[in-house]
């Protein structure tokens, strides 16, 4: 028994469910969102690996092999963390809560947190003025917790 199919009706019946059913299923591929979380916040694992990637990179640059300056190098460390806070997270950081950070704040946070980092990592590389310095800044922080408690 041999069917022939050649029929061209045949086929335009077949083609047009299946024409209706792609163009339906296209519209509703192409209304889905692709990114799952945006803007969420940096979470303290977040802030964790920024701060460690930024250490690593300032005591990379600044061993006796590489030698670059401290500032430039601790510029890009800092600008760097700051770029990942605002193009993944918004500006938002979980600990801050619901405001979104301007970028001199988040600046000053990369840089308290890869100086920590860094210091403990690499504290021979990291000169006395800077390491004199940060103490200083992390009194004047202490002491403005303590008078908002």
Known sequence: MHTNFRSKKFFNLLNIPLLLYLTIFEINFLNKRL???PNSPATPQDIF???????SYLCKSINDKIDFDFKKAFAVATYTFAEVIFSKHGNLIKEA?????????????GEIEILNSAIKICPKQVPSKVKKNFENTLNK???QKNKKK
């Open 35 to 37: 990114d799952a979380k």
């Open 49 to 55: 690996l920024y701060k460690q990637m930024g250490a």
């Open 97 to 109: 809560g619901k405001e979104k950070l301007t970028t001199e704040r988040v600046l000053y946070i």
């Open 141 to 143: 922080i202490k002491k």
